[in-house]
């Protein structure tokens, strides 16, 4: 097959997945969808859950293992669409619907990468691809769950949309239950350790507290305060105030390392991490696939938002057409020539570094 045959198939098989609802643990449709691509290329492929998964031909296990992942699950529609989230409609030049840009664009992208390759014997990589699922809510069955099942890979491209340029490195994320204690009482009475009051000076101290160690390709770490719950009627003072902190970590530091400085230097009488296993991601700028890709002219830069690479302990590089500012928001879409273009960057990638 030639690139543009898959170039036109890739975008039909996007058309079918933006008309069948994905919702992350709903994605049941959208992989017989893929299937069907996998089956129409002879392309031996499994199945695991909703993700769905094949290796080259000419799989040879003294090689290392190169992942090609992205995912086929999407968010609900935001409540701003003009356009019907589940019809793909094509006008001027863009390709609108929901799961077209997040990351419907890269995934069939990749998988038309990956059937270029897929007959190709003597490749310096093997090749695995996983279109996978759950990845917008985290989900405990998406490309974490593969990871044992797979081959062990080396080093893995995740399709996210980035304009095709290179995300070298990518933000990890912990988010925090904190809790500021105070004393209840009835509003009537006096009472100088009101918690409402005392979360005046611990939000102080989120808002002015700094990491030390910045990071080149992403900078200084993020925290944010992003709820506050407390009290049940107008004449109680509560006991204590709830607070929920993001952090966005760098690759400077792991999800441990931040937890612990949090717990032992923030003055909330309990903060707790819902879980520490999306950690922040990079690859080495001299790795092949970076200096072949800013060899074609893409350029380099440190990701603020959070992908799959999160599950994965290899290097990892966030890579694929589309806008990363589209994605979901109301009327989502990708140009059609951006899949088009995705496609010739991703085959010349690979083509640098895996042909022999």
Not at 42 to 54: E, L, M, P
Not at 93 to 120: E, Q
Not at 167 to 174: F, H, N, P, Q, T
Request: net charge negative; charged share 20%.
């Amino acid at each position: 097959m030639t690139p543009q045959e898959l170039k036109i198939d890739a975008i039909n098989l996007l058309k079918q997945l933006i008309e069948t609802q994905s919702f992350s643990s709903e994605e049941d449709q959208t992989a017989l969808h893929i299937e069907a691509w996998f089956k129409n290329y002879n392309i031996d492929y499994k199945r695991t859950q909703n993700n769905v998964w094949a290796v080259n031909k000419y799989f040879d296990a003294s090689k290392p293992t190169l992942l090609l992942n992205s995912h086929h699950d999407t968010v609900k529609p935001n409540s701003k669409y003009t356009k019907d989230p589940f019809k793909a409609i094509v006008e001027d030049g863009k390709l609108y619907g929901l799961g077209s840009n997040d990351a419907g664009g890269c995934l069939v992208s990749l998988i038309a990468t990956f059937t270029y390759f897929y007959n190709t014997e003597n490749l310096k990589y093997n090749l695995v691809i996983v279109a996978s699922a759950e990845e917008e809510s985290s989900g405990p069955n998406g490309l974490n769950s593969m990871l044992p099942i797979i081959p062990k890979v080396e080093v893995a491209i995740v399709g996210e949309p980035t304009l095709m340029n290179l995300a070298i490195a990518e933000k990890g994320l912990v988010v925090f239950d904190a809790v500021v204690e105070g004393t209840p009482s009835h509003a009537a009475h006096p009472n100088d350790n009101n918690a409402i009051y005392n979360t005046i000076e611990v939000l102080k101290w989120f808002k002015d507290f700094k990491f030390e160690k910045s990071s080149e390709a992403l900078g200084d770490v993020k925290l944010t305060v992003t709820q506050i719950n407390a009290g049940s009627q107008h004449n109680v003072v509560p006991g204590h105030v709830d607070l929920v902190v993001d952090v966005r970590v760098n690759d400077a530091y792991s999800n441990a390392e931040i937890a612990k400085i949090l717990q032992d230097q923030s003055p909330c009488a309990s903060i707790k991490p819902r879980s520490l296993r999306l950690n922040s991601s990079s690859i080495p700028v001299d790795h092949p696939l970076v200096k072949e890709g800013v060899a074609m002219g893409r350029t380099t830069y440190g990701s603020p938002t959070l992908s799959d690479q999160a599950v994965l302990s290899c290097p990892s590089l966030k890579l694929g057409p589309g806008d990363s500012t589209r994605s979901h928001s109301a009327d989502e879409f990708i140009y059609l020539n951006e899949i088009e273009e995705g496609i010739d960057i991703y085959i010349e990638l690979l083509n640098r570094v895996i042909v022999e």
